[in-house]
């Protein structure tokens, strides 16, 4: 059997740190406390999967991790230094492709290579270093053979797989992903998790994967937060009890069952609903009301 050569995190060295974070939005009676004292430690090499209730925040601190929102007060750091806004240490990659239609694949992942941080004082070495890296991006990715098609003509995965590989080109040493597989089918999101762990292997990123599905989170993280709503928080931390080399055969796992157990009973107890069929009632209730009016 090959040995694992997954990444292992490393607990003495936080690669990102949040202390006492708030976020709001709007003023006075229009206030919403978006975040609230929020502590948490990420470390080097990790992959931590945020999960948790509609409204709970996990988007928004992924944002802010990303330096794409202010925090309102608190301390965040990446490596120890501040985080004030986006670095080329992190990159992102959301639900939404975000592709340039004009671009083909190839010209999408090296789109990164061209801005101004990557381009100022540049040799020809770089150049080409940076050319054999997209190179390799389009074979780790699958995408050789489409790597002069334009984003129409290709499937929701790999248009994915494409903005993957638009984050991974400047190396970055973390990768935040936002919901980056909810529009996928279920047998093509169970491709792309395997993928992303492949990635992981590889790369030795820092992931921090923000999802709605808890079985997501817990096939691909090394650990989970679970956030609670009104307002968001972190509730509890959940180290998974699997090894860091995963199959899909995985999620048959009494551990795994149980830990999933766990999770979807404290999402509903945080979000006021112990169970769907409850849920399902205050929408009925809702929607006949609505429709009396």
């Known amino acids: 059997m090959a040995p694992d050569l997954s990444p292992r995190p490393d607990a003495d060295r936080p690669k990102l740190q949040a202390r006492g974070v708030w976020k709001t939005f709007g003023h006075g009676a ?16 990790a992959f931590v999967t945020l999960v948790g209730a509609s409204g709970c925040g996990k988007s928004t ?8 929102e202010h925090r309102s007060a608190g301390d965040l750091r990446c490596d120890g230094q501040p985080i004030d806004g986006p670095g080329r240490e992190r990159a992102m990659v959301f639900q939404h492709y975000s592709l340039y239609p004009w671009l083909n694949v190839l010209d999408n992942i090296r789109f990164s290579r061209q801005l101004a941080t990557h381009t100022r004082d540049r040799t020809d070495a770089d150049v080409e270093a940076a050319s054999g890296r997209a190179d390799a991006l389009l074979r780790l990715m699958g995408l050789a053979h489409v790597a002069r098609a334009y984003p129409s003509q290709l499937s929701g995965g790999m248009q994915q797989r494409v903005a993957i590989a638009r ?32 990635v992981h292997r590889l790369e ?9 599905d808890v079985e997501e989170a817990l096939y691909l993280g090394h650990q989970v937060v679970l956030m ?28 795994f069952t149980a830990l999933k ?33």
């Open 30 to 45: 229009a206030r919403t406390v978006a975040l609230q004292a929020v502590d948490l430690d990420i470390a080097d090499n």
């Open 61 to 68: 601190l992924l944002r802010t991790l990303a330096g794409l």
């Open 167 to 198: 984050a991974l080109m400047s190396r970055p040493q973390v990768l935040l992903m936002d919901e980056p597989f909810g529009a996928l089918d279920a047998q093509t999101r169970e491709v792309m998790h395997d993928l992303i762990l492949h």
């Open 204 to 212: 030795r990123t820092t992931i921090v994967f923000v999802t709605h």
């Open 228 to 255: 609670a709503p009104r307002p968001g928080r972190i509730d509890s931390i959940h180290p998974v009890p699997l090894p860091a080399l995963r199959t899909q055969d995985m999620k048959l796992a009494p551990e």
């Open 261 to 293: 157990r766990t999770l979807l009973e404290r999402i509903r107890a945080t979000s006021g609903m112990q169970t769907d069929t409850e849920l399902l009632a205050r929408l009925s209730r809702a929607g006949s009301i609505d429709l009396a009016r």
